[in-house]
């Protein structure tokens, strides 16, 4: 059996940021059957020692599997669908999956997530002015070069839903609250509902955040 | 022939930071052959369209690899290693593999590059009085959780060097021009030397942004 180390007690817009959801919409699409163990982030349950033991950096997610306990959803993602026979066997094709899991992770989570964490955490820390509208100018970019990468295809490697859409959805939805940002890509925004629309997706965000009280009642 | 497309260019301070030195430092760690296209990145020429059929998003490195075309250091890192039947072939340590990675890219890089930045790129900026003691503690608690999770093992994963081990040590370096940093936290330094010592680190280092001419000459 699989359990997952999520969140909840966290505030009602982070709902469907929050990363254990990456892990959530993963099995959700492999129909597999998991638990999840409840941290109150609210309390900081996550930085203690103990979450420590399976996620060094105090974080959340990670997800133990009989005798694999791991973290990072970069990780966790990929080793779902390769558990689950869902990943190419041909080690090119493997490579492009990973190439892209890591472009959502390390080249276009950084500029995403700087935009929620000024307007939604840094509202009182100095030099807004300056850094929003380079933010901004980086994540046209990254979107422009995102929509010319894709071309006129339905998902990032091979047309084929996978691991490198859950976390590029995940990820260009940190600045869902700044629409504007999308205006422009209309690819993008039509890459992005469909990924929404999956029903392995809705059933993720209906469980992202319950919590234990939920499960009992 | 393996094609890696590497920049020069650059202020001498980046010399062992730039990130097409992951690249040349696998390759060498695994002997493999290959050669450098250079881009003049003083002049941004890895921003240009020309660069971007390869890197969509306009960065350095890429590599070419016959039919495989790549980008993201961290799925080059993995690929070569995987393609020379140095990767576990297990699934789950293969997993190991990949979560210290992302581990690298996704949770010790973000802060690492940014105390690069405020020291090396913002110093006009506002904000560093906010910004920089939280970035130090970051840095802090990372090096602290790291040290944990290595224990006494030499490096990241099941004791032998690999993908994980190159893309840690880059991340890390960083922050080398503070290294006071890293004062509390002996394990670490000395993972970083035994790292930097490795031959193939050495020679990965003298290639690094040499440039054309001195190809040439």
Request: hydrophobic fraction near 40%; charge should be neutral; include cysteine.
């Given at each position: 059996m699989i359990t997952v180390y999520g969140a909840y007690g966290?505030?009602?817009?982070?709902k469907g940021i929050v990363r254990d959801l990456r892990v959530y919409w993963a099995l959700e699409e492999l129909g597999l059957a998991y638990d999840i163990h409840w941290m109150d982030s609210s309390k900081g349950e996550h930085r203690e020692n103990s979450n420590r033991l399976i996620n060094p950096f105090g974080k959340i997610p990670s997800m133990v599997d009989g005798g694999q306990r791991m973290f990072e959803t970069g990780a966790i993602v990929l080793y779902l669908y390769e558990n689950a026979g869902k990943a190419p066997q041909d080690a090119h094709a493997r490579a492009e999956v990973n190439q892209w899991c890591f472009a959502a992770l390390n080249t276009v989570e950084p500029v995403f997530l700087d935009i929620l964490r000024w307007d939604k955490f840094w509202m009182e820390k100095t030099g807004r002015a300056e850094r929003y509208p380079e933010l901004m100018g980086f994540a046209d970019e990254r979107l422009a070069d995102l929509a010319r990468a894709m071309g006129d295809k339905h998902y990032l490697v091979g047309n084929v839903f996978g691991p490198a859409d859950i976390l590029m959805t995940t990820v260009l939805d940190f600045a869902r609250h700044e629409p504007k940002i999308f205006e422009n890509h209309p690819a993008i925004r039509a890459y992005l509902e469909r990924c929404h629309a999956r029903p392995a997706y809705q059933r993720a965000l209906a469980k992202?955040?319950?919590?234990?009280k939920a499960n009992a009642a």
């Amino acid at each position: 059996m699989i359990t997952v180390y999520g969140a909840y007690g966290f505030p009602p817009f982070l709902k469907g940021i929050v990363r254990d959801l990456r892990v959530y919409w993963a099995l959700e699409e492999l129909g597999l059957a998991y638990d999840i163990h409840w941290m109150d982030s609210s309390k900081g349950e996550h930085r203690e020692n103990s979450n420590r033991l399976i996620n060094p950096f105090g974080k959340i997610p990670s997800m133990v599997d009989g005798g694999q306990r791991m973290f990072e959803t970069g990780a966790i993602v990929l080793y779902l669908y390769e558990n689950a026979g869902k990943a190419p066997q041909d080690a090119h094709a493997r490579a492009e999956v990973n190439q892209w899991c890591f472009a959502a992770l390390n080249t276009v989570e950084p500029v995403f997530l700087d935009i929620l964490r000024w307007d939604k955490f840094w509202m009182e820390k100095t030099g807004r002015a300056e850094r929003y509208p380079e933010l901004m100018g980086f994540a046209d970019e990254r979107l422009a070069d995102l929509a010319r990468a894709m071309g006129d295809k339905h998902y990032l490697v091979g047309n084929v839903f996978g691991p490198a859409d859950i976390l590029m959805t995940t990820v260009l939805d940190f600045a869902r609250h700044e629409p504007k940002i999308f205006e422009n890509h209309p690819a993008i925004r039509a890459y992005l509902e469909r990924c929404h629309a999956r029903p392995a997706y809705q059933r993720a965000l209906a469980k992202q955040g319950v919590g234990p009280k939920a499960n009992a009642a």
